[in-house]
């Protein structure tokens, strides 16, 4: 079924023509067309920061929403991508739907979401995973399995029978892009790129639209 679906899209390809005048909106269009294909995990993305060496480092995140400003995703504020994004609020950004043979990626600056919105998702989340955020000290080194057990067990008995606030240490970064590019597979190598590159005209942001060869 998926593979069907990559060929339709193959053949298909994709146009400026067609392409939404707002990046994030098309995103959502790839993201919903993914999800339909059945992509393993379609909210994945490799997200790259730039460690105080200067080298660039990359993990998976999950996108947990696109507003008009940028995408979301949450992580813990100490850990080494959050020192990264603080020290250098910029970050490039691939989601890799594969079964659909495309690629989106985005490169911008970041910045922190509201502590509403973090304390929103957070609330939403199943009660492990916010024991999780207050349990594990992200990205720290610890001496083995059994130092993170306790550190969850100790989460459990302070906050039994209650609700679990969200840990300060916890919450979202917005990606806001200024170059967003979509990848889609084309036979003989023949890919369609179309960019969208930010200009600013007044108070409002606007997109040029272009397309790049393979
Ligand atoms: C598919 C996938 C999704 C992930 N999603 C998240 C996420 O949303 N937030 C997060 O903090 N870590 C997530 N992780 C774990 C990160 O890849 C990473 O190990 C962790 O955030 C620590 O990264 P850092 O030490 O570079 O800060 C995910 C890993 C995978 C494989």
């Known amino acids: 079924m998926s593979?069907?679906?990559?060929?339709?899209?193959?053949?298909?390809g994709f146009d400026a023509a067609e392409a939404d005048a707002d990046p994030l909106r098309q995103w959502r269009l790839w993201f919903d067309q993914a999800v339909e294909a059945e992509c393993v995990e379609p909210n994945a993305f490799v997200l790259s920061t730039?460690?105080?060496?200067?080298?660039?480092?990359?993990?998976?995140?999950?996108?947990?929403g696109a507003d008009g400003q940028g995408i979301v995703f949450f992580t813990n504020y100490t850990s080494a991508k959050?020192?990264?994004?603080t020290a250098r609020p910029v970050a490039?950004?691939?989601?890799?739907?594969?079964?659909?043979?495309?690629?989106?990626?985005?490169?911008?600056q970041v910045e922190r979401v509201s502590a509403a919105e973090s304390d929103a998702y957070f609330a939403s989340r199943p009660r492990n995973s916010q024991i999780g955020a207050w349990a594990s000290p992200q990205s720290r080194v610890i001496a083995n399995r059994s130092e993170l057990e306790a550190?969850?067990?100790s989460v459990e008995a302070r906050f039994e029978g209650a609700d679990i606030p969200r840990p300060?240490?916890?919450?979202?970064w917005r990606i806001v892009p200024e170059v967003v590019e979509f990848w889609q597979g084309r036979p003989s190598r023949l890919h369609d790129r179309i960019r969208y590159r930010r200009s600013e005209t007044g108070s409002a942001a606007t997109w040029i639209v272009e397309r790049l060869a393979p």
Do not use: C, M
């Open 3 to 12: 593979l069907d679906r990559r060929i339709d899209y193959e053949t298909h």
């Open 50 to 64: 730039i460690g105080d060496d200067g080298i660039p480092d990359s993990r998976n995140v999950l996108a947990r």
């Open 82 to 85: 959050s020192q990264h994004l």
């Open 92 to 108: 490039s950004a691939v989601f890799s739907w594969l079964a659909v043979h495309r690629q989106v990626k985005l490169r911008g």
């Open 151 to 153: 550190l969850v067990s």
């Open 168 to 172: 300060e240490h916890w919450g979202g």
